[in-house]
């Protein structure tokens, strides 16, 4: 089996991509309370700070700062992703299983980044902020519930009207 090698820098800054295995699926905004509760919920006894965040149909992007000393966000992303199936099995959503127990949920892995400096801290948060908008979801980021950018407008790091109306003309970025 091949061993895969993540990047462990203690309080470190990353960004995410966190996927569906089902990319024709809107689970994640379907049941974005049950996602945000399970977020919530792992933040409660394994802090991380939410830089950034956007939850899409079908896959979510995120940038976290980890506590000093702290670089487990392996085991934050696993307890997130399954706190997530138990709620909508809670709630009567069928999800089909695997022979070694785990739900045919979520793709097994995730991406992530070690942010290296502040341009790349912002680059990475851009990306983010502009993701609904990349995958034609809607033609301004404003217009998208699902993103930490209504938090980042009111604090004033952003303008509502950053990067403007979009015209999408598809055939880029992720499929």
């Known amino acids: 089996m091949v061993q895969y090698r993540r990047n462990l820098v203690a309080g470190g800054t990353y960004f995410f991509t966190v996927t569906l295995i089902d990319r024709d699926s809107g689970i994640l905004t379907r049941y974005i309370d049950a996602l945000r509760t399970s977020v919530e919920w792992v933040k409660q006894t394994q802090l991380f700070e939410i830089v950034a965040w956007v939850v899409l149909p079908d ?10 000393g702290d ?3 392996s085991n934050r992303w696993r307890i ?6 138990r709620s909508l099995k809670r709630q009567g959503v069928s999800i089909s ?3 070694d127990a785990s739900a045919l949920l979520w793709q097994r892995r995730f991406w992530e980044h070690t942010i ?3 341009d790349n801290l912002r680059r990475c948060v851009d990306y983010c902020y502009i993701n609904s908008v990349k995958h034609g979801l809607v033609k301004a980021v404003v217009d998208w519930p699902y993103s930490s ?27």
Request: charged share 25%.
């Open 149 to 175: 950018f209504h938090r980042d407008v009111k604090r004033g790091i952003y303008p509502s009207d950053w990067a403007g109306t979009v015209q999408n003309e598809g055939g880029f970025g992720e499929p």
């Open 116 to 118: 290296k400096d502040e």
């Open 97 to 99: 299983m695997r022979t």
């Open 59 to 68: 896959h979510l992007h995120a940038v976290w700062t980890m506590p000093t």
């Open 71 to 73: 670089c487990d966000y």
């Open 80 to 85: 997130i992703k399954s706190h997530f199936v």
